[in-house]
């Protein structure tokens, strides 16, 4: 499952818009040639969207795309974060929008958060490099549960005997809970590690090598883009924000932060 950035939310609309006012043009027109001009121009921005979005589009690109919007005009509105991530599915058939906002929201952690706790971006002191090492694991554990989720999804959708759809039903049931369960405490890890790192900067404490430095991604090996060119303190401060937005949103019976 990708993610997709926001000029790109924003580009996918823009062609949707003109896709919904050529199927219209296409559907009353009279004039073979221009049928003819319009049907090229069909395939054309279909297939920029598929290539923009492989996966497919959103659901919720036109909510995605005003928020994003609206988060320009005033960025320090609440949800700010999260509202400029299109939901996307996990897999083909997953139709849990629970699951499939999660999801979104881990695959946005991996890609534009994670990589910036990388030694060749903030330089931790010895004790601190050991617990964040430690937090990340959890990031893997969560990938595993990803991979054998989206796998049962997609056999249940394709199983054709009745007991076999039962049988991957209650296992598909039991690791959407384990999921649930497990995404909410990976983001609740990074959320404490990250709060405790802020609060010893905020100390004074020599916790990080290179706290002066700027987030400078690599284009060539790192696909992030949202924390480009932020002073780390403040990179991480809006990776804290990111992972509480998130915990605001997972909703795990008896289970608070």
Known sequence: MAVITQEQILELQRYQKMINQLEKILRLSKNDEQKYRVSRDLDKYRNRMREISPEGIPDNLETAAEQIRLYRENPDAA????????????????????????????????????????????????????????????????????????????????????????????????????????????????NEFLNKVLDGLKAGGGIIMNVEDKILFNPRFEKATELEGFAIPKALQEFRDFTAEVLDRINVPNIKH
């Open 79 to 190: 949800g700010r974060l999260l509202a400029k991530y299109p939901v996307m599915k996990i897999s083909p058939n997953s139709n849990d929008t629970e699951v499939n906002q999660i999801g979104t929201w881990i695959n946005v952690l991996d890609r534009e958060y994670l990589p910036i706790l990388n030694e060749m971006h903030i330089k931790f002191d010895f004790s601190h490099g050991n617990e964040k090492d430690g937090v990340v694991k959890h990031m893997e554990n969560i990938r595993r549960n990803i991979k054998v989720l989206t796998e049962t999804i997609e056999e249940y959708q394709a199983a054709e005997k009745q007991e076999f759809r039962e049988q991957l039903s209650r296992m598909k049931n039991k690791q959407t809970r384990i999921f649930i369960a497990e995404a909410f405490e990976m983001f609740q890890k990074f």
